[in-house]
């Protein structure tokens, strides 16, 4: 499941990298990041989709957030049986903060500690 993870996660990074140097034309040098390639491919993508080329760029962040929704839903399918585990644990028992304290652990950090010589 890491692999899928990886193999998804990789291109939104290239491309959201890509999108935001390009978009701010902070080009270090390459054509590639320029931001006249940019206006250039989303115009390319608007006139073959038929459609603004400015809504281009909110459509993929949605294709993106579905995709990553669609992933977590298939890994957490896969990992069920220890997610109910882990919820079962957490309403049957006290949580380990609601667990009273010993009074010899309370007493210790309570306590004033060692007088100096000056006092």
């Not at 320029?34 to 294709?63: C, E, S, W």
């Not at 309403?91 to 652990?105: L, M, N, T, V």
């Amino acid at each position: 499941m890491r692999y899928i993870f990886a193999l998804w996660a990789a291109p939104m990074a290239l491309f959201w990298g890509w999108f935001y140097l390009s978009l701010n034309d902070m080009n270090f040098g390459y054509v590639m990041l320029t931001r006249q390639l940019h206006d250039f491919v989303f115009q390319l993508y608007g006139q073959m989709l038929g459609i603004d080329p400015a809504i281009i760029p909110g459509m993929v962040g949605k294709a993106c957030i579905f995709d990553g929704f669609l992933l977590m839903a298939i890994w957490a399918f896969r990992r069920r049986r220890e997610i109910l585990d882990w919820v079962k644990r957490r309403r049957s028992g006290p949580a380990p903060f609601d667990r009273p304290i010993p009074f010899e652990r309370l007493n210790r950090a309570t306590e004033a500690g060692p007088r100096l010589p000056a006092e």
